[in-house]
């Protein structure tokens, strides 16, 4: 029986977190927290780590430290571990109007491919309107401007 206690006890021993000055895991029953006014809660495995928070010294410069070993770097590089990002990779896709196909050939055409198919719509777009003014001419209509509004003369000065 004793020993079955004792193997239990030895599977629950987990740190609990980590130190927030040293960056050393802490265990049960060592935890020593501490509430700011902004009620942020730091904790603290040692009393040695809290009393360097409370009088503000910089983990970075204390030699002992995790903090000061990653700065440093110094010894392991596990201590240093950080996930790293996956950057976002951009996959070309078709959209409505547009086939990928269509999209990698505009994409890969040179700059002097690209000109040429502009001038050539700018000459169909010009050749359009031409052909919209002539046709106007030959009705005999006078092209549609805008007309001015006239100012309104019933309007009635109120109070004179």
Known sequence: ?????SASSAAAVVSIGKDFFTGNRIYPGRV???CRMDC???IFGTGKSRALFLKKRNPRKISWTVAYRIAHKKGDLQLKSR??????VAAPRAI????????LAKRNESASARQAAQKAHLRVLKERRRAKKEASKKAGNAPNRPQQKAANK???NKGR
């Open 96 to 103: 409505v109007g547009a086939s990928l196909e269509a999209i």
């Open 32 to 34: 020593k927290r501490f």
């Open 40 to 42: 942020k809660a730091f």
């Open 154 to 156: 019933n309007v009635q």
């Open 1 to 5: 029986m004793a020993s079955e206690n």
């Open 83 to 88: 996930r790293r990002n996956r950057r976002t």
